[in-house]
């Protein structure tokens, strides 16, 4: 079965930076395109990052660009999320997520929501 | 960028209860919106995608529908496992976008 498991998560500086990673089992990887989401504590859910199935194309939130970045290891099955110059209203919990390959008769839909969410691991920036 | 608002941020209903929420984008897209469901402390979960296709497992009673700016997810009657919070999502253009979230509280 699928399974996201995010890690990395915890307190950090404001300034400072933190990585965050997902693993994923169960699915072929290097075919999916893989999302980071995050929720500020009360709120909610706010899109953060995309990374294409092969890494070509990645696309970002405006709230995070230039400052996050994201990567994968499609060998290691695993999808990054580097976080620097970390601001208060970056706390959140940040969940990764797989682009789901959703068809029908005439084939794969350009465009697929999410349909594999991990568990979500929190940042907290304080100063 | 492509802004959603949902309506009612919240909503009191009861059990057997048809419950409708609604979802506008500033502008006009195709079919590409998709509806979540969130409990407390749990990740999302993806209920209806393009609009209207109910995604494996989901129950029945959850449908969805629209096009261009205003898009709806019903509810057909409502159980005691569907309290919770539901998003919209566009998932047409980057950067995607969520509305703020409607609630559905026991009334």
């Known amino acids: 079965q699928v399974q996201l498991v995010e890690s990395g998560g915890g307190v950090v500086q404001t300034g400072r930076s933190l990585r965050l990673s997902c693993a994923a089992t169960?699915?072929?990887?290097?075919?999916?395109?893989m999302h980071w989401v995050r929720q500020a504590p009360g709120k909610g859910l706010e899109w953060v990052a995309v990374i294409w199935y092969d890494g070509t194309n990645k696309y970002f939130a405006d709230s995070v660009k230039g400052r996050f970045t994201i990567s994968r290891d499609n060998p290691k099955n695993t999808v990054y999320l580097q976080m620097n110059s970390l601001r208060a209203e970056d706390t959140a919990v940040y969940y990764c997520a797989r682009e789901g390959g959703f068809y029908d008769s005439s084939g794969y839909y350009p465009s697929n929501p999410l349909d594999y969410w991990g568990q979500g691991t929190l940042v907290t920036v304080s100063s | 960028d492509i802004q959603m608002t949902q309506s009612p941020s919240t909503l009191s209903a009861s059990v057997g209860d048809r419950v409708t929420i609604t979802c506008r984008a500033s502008q006009s897209f195709s079919s590409w919106l998709a509806w979540y469901q969130q409990k407390p402390g749990k990740a999302p979960r993806l209920l209806i995608y393009?609009?209207?296709s109910l995604e494996r497992g989901v129950p029945s009673r959850f449908s969805g529908s629209g096009s261009g700016t205003e898009f709806t997810l019903t509810i057909g009657s409502l159980q005691p496992d569907d309290f919770a919070t539901y998003y919209c999502?566009?998932?047409?253009?980057?950067?995607?976008?969520f509305g703020q979230g409607t609630k559905v509280e026991i009334k």
């Open positions: 169960g699915f072929t990887f290097s075919s999916y395109g």
């Open positions: 999502q566009q998932y047409d253009s980057y950067p995607w976008t």
């Open positions: 393009k609009t209207s």
